[in-house]
């Protein structure tokens, strides 16, 4: 049996704001401010960017000298990320 033809529109995602690279500085030290630290996952999860996105983000914080990255414990090879 097969399913009768739809004349409705497939569902899309909203089209995402494009942010400043400021913005998105923003947010993950906005990010950082509220929650203490997080990992780098955690911030592509919030900004839902890709990975190499949200370490050129965090890269450019670090060199700013406004964000730390300190190791997550001795036994996860992870970094967290917290304000300067």
């Known amino acids: 049996m097969s399913r009768p033809a739809s004349s409705a529109e497939p569902l899309r995602s ?4 494009r942010l400043s690279a ?7 030290l906005e990010l950082l401010r509220e929650r ?4 780098r996952h955690e911030v ?5 960017v890709s990975r190499a996105l949200t370490q050129q ?6 060199e700013r000298g406004t964000v730390i990255a300190e190791a ?7 970094q967290r990320y ?3």
């Open 36 to 39: 203490g630290s997080a990992t």
């Open 57 to 62: 983000i965090l890269a450019r914080l670090r």
């Open 22 to 28: 400021r913005d998105r500085d923003l947010q993950v």
């Open 72 to 78: 997550e414990s001795a036994r996860s090879p992870g």
């Open 82 to 84: 917290r304000l300067a």
């Open 44 to 48: 592509q999860e919030v900004l839902g």
């Open 14 to 17: 909203e089209p995402r704001e």
